[in-house]
């Protein structure tokens, strides 16, 4: 299925692993030309080798997403080399342990700085640009955590930041689908990467009990795909959706 993806520039923030990584490789499949973002360069420079190597066209943009002046910077890389972007996967993200009673104000803070911070600084900054340039689509991260609370070591801050991730493309969608924006989010269910790692703690989400009817974790391949659709012209009637991509998770 061609996705109409061809020569469209495309961020991903968090690009330098996980779900990030799988739809940037995606998207390099696709024809689009990627900014590969992430905290660390050479995860960003590992994705954008990967992407080049299939025969895509990608670009490193090294950058904390959680501050306007990293996001201004992996904006202005992207715009000096290819243009106008017109396609954002927003899925820096980070997690954490612990309960209300145990979690630092510091933590706290740090999760939604980059959970939720990267998304608005993201949407803030690309979003005049996007418009000018005829409109485009965005693709967040959110997590059946914005649903549910029930796993045991996830942190409050990691849900609720979550949560709020999902009321942010329905802003977009509301104040700004008529100027041509797209914006949706899909909240995963669990999925096999490292992302505990980079999480405010020591756990990961390997770790995480499986209770999914589907009986497994997804791929981080699976999800990518599904936000490459999302960026896609095939989706150009969603707005505004919260997709569940969690083995049906949800539904029990």
């Known amino acids: 299925m061609d996705l109409g993806l061809q020569d469209r520039v495309a961020v991903v923030t968090g690009g330098g692993s996980g779900i990030g990584r799988a739809t940037a ?17 050479e995860r960003a ?13 990608a670009l490193a943009a090294p950058g904390d997403a959680s501050t306007a002046a990293g ?17 954002l996967c927003l899925n820096a ?15 706290w803070r ?3 700085a980059v959970n939720l911070d990267s998304q608005f600084q993201a949407a803030k900054r690309f979003l005049d640009p996007m418009i000018a340039a005829g409109g485009g689509a965005i693709a967040t991260t959110g997590s059946f955590g914005a649903l549910r609370s029930g796993h045991p070591t996830s942190t409050p801050a990691y849900g609720a930041s979550k949560a709020a991730v999902t009321q942010l493309v329905r802003h977009l969608t509301a104040r700004f689908a008529a100027y ?12 096999q990467t490292g992302f505990g790692s980079a999480a405010v ?4 989400m390997a770790t995480a009990p499986m209770r ?11 999800i990518g795909d599904w936000m490459a659709f999302l960026l896609s012209e095939r989706a150009k009637h969603l707005k505004g959706q919260v997709l569940y991509i969690d083995g049906g998770r949800s539904v029990v």
């Open 93 to 107: 993200g980070i997690g954490g342990e612990g309960d209300i009673r145990t979690m630092s104000e510091a933590d």
């Open 25 to 41: 490789l995606r998207l390099g499949r696709e024809g689009a030309a990627v900014v590969v973002a992430d905290l660390s360069a």
């Open 201 to 204: 703690g020591s756990k990961t």
């Open 180 to 191: 041509g924006i797209r914006a949706n989010c899909v909240c995963p269910g669990s999925v």
């Open 110 to 112: 740090r999760v939604f």
């Open 71 to 87: 996001v201004d910077a992996i904006a202005r890389l992207a715009e000096d080399w290819r243009g106008p972007v017109t396609r």
């Open 212 to 222: 999914a009817p589907a009986g497994r974790r997804a791929q981080p391949e699976e």
């Open 45 to 57: 420079e590992t994705v954008v080798e990967e992407i080049r190597a299939a025969g895509g066209s």
